[in-house]
Nanobody
Framework: QVQLVESGGGLVQAGGSLRLSCAAS????????MGWFRQAPGKEREFVAR????????WIADSIQGRFTISKDSNKNTFYLQMNSLKLENTALYYC????????????????WGQGTQVTVSS
């Protein structure tokens, strides 16, 4: 079973940037896509972005369009979430996971969840 490991989180001031990484232990040919989710304290885990396994098609949640981008390293099984112009409300634990459904946005449609990486945005 593929394992995903997130990294790149940290403390950043509002307006700053971070790049999160999600490294897969092996190619997951049964997966159609990889997604990023986040969970803030006291809130449900919510969809952030999705990219297909070849890295050619991506989708970003409406609330972060224009500030976040998702990409894949073509030579590695590593995916990235570039987060710019960070806001206080972006503070959350960010997770990556895989899905067999190419258009999935719901957490129950994903599996192989990583442990998450904490992003904290300060004023």
């Amino acid at each position: 079973q593929v394992q995903l490991v997130e990294s790149g989180g940290g403390l950043v001031q509002a307006g700053g940037s971070l790049r999160l990484s999600c490294a897969a232990s092996e190619p997951t040919f049964s997966a159609s896509a990889m997604g990023w989710f986040r969970q803030a304290p006291g809130k449900e885990r919510e969809f952030v972005a999705r990219i297909n396994w070849s890295g050619t098609y991506s989708w970003i949640a409406d609330s972060i369009q224009g500030r976040f981008t998702i990409s894949k390293d073509s030579n590695k099984n590593t995916f990235y979430l570039q987060m710019n112009s960070l806001k206080l409300e972006n503070t959350a634990l960010y997770y990556c996971a895989t899905t067999r459904l190419p258009l999935a946005t719901m957490k129950y449609q994903y599996k192989n969840w990583g442990q998450g990486t904490q992003v904290t945005v300060s004023s």
